[in-house]
């Protein structure tokens, strides 16, 4: 079962990730593989970036 209090610690760290996630879906690309999870996942953890080692943010983006 998933812990919403764990996921502000995840939110803090996921867009280190998100490179990694660009490099992937390049990779796919190359291979004649679908890419579409590999962009999607980058989409999102790009979405963190400006909360990027902010331990403090709640599930909702209000301090805790």
Same mark, same amino acid.
Request: a negative charge; aromatic letters at 8%; glycine letters at 6%.
């Given at each position: 079962? %998933?812990?919403?209090?764990?996921?502000?610690? !995840? @939110? +803090?760290? &996921?867009?280190?990730?998100?490179? #990694?996630?660009?490099?992937?879906?390049?990779?796919?690309?190359? %291979?004649?593989?679908?890419?579409?999870?590999? !962009? @999607? +996942?980058? &989409?999102?953890?790009?979405?963190? #970036?400006?909360?990027?080692?902010?331990?403090?943010?709640?599930?909702?983006?209000?301090?805790?």
């Amino acid at each position: 079962m %998933a812990d919403p209090a764990y996921l502000p610690s !995840v @939110a +803090a760290r &996921a867009w280190r990730w998100a490179p #990694e996630m660009e490099e992937v879906a390049g990779a796919l690309r190359a %291979a004649g593989l679908p890419d579409d999870l590999a !962009v @999607a +996942a980058h &989409a999102v953890l790009s979405r963190w #970036e400006d909360d990027k080692d902010r331990f403090d943010i709640g599930l909702r983006g209000h301090l805790i």
